[in-house]
């Protein structure tokens, strides 16, 4: 007889993790953002949230600041700042 084991996968959500980022984190301007939805779409800890034009943000203490979603960010509406900069 086998017995069947599994876990769920792990996610940053179930785990504070704010408190130990690389140092830098996402600072979502609003200025001049189209609503396209990449940042949310490519953040790999799904911390990204927003419904419409300049309305998206992130959730920072669950954010690991590795700054794709700035990177990726078609109109570079997205900066990585240094965290004494935002709060």
Known sequence: ????????PGTTRGNETGSWRMGTKPK?????????GLCALICPEGVIDG???KT?????NYCKGCGICAEECPKKDILMVEEEEII
């Open 28 to 36: 979502f301007l609003r200025e001049n953002c189209i609503g396209c």
């Open 56 to 60: 998206y943000y992130c959730d920072y």
């Open 51 to 53: 419904k419409r034009k």
């Open 1 to 8: 007889m086998f017995v069947k084991i599994t876990s769920k």
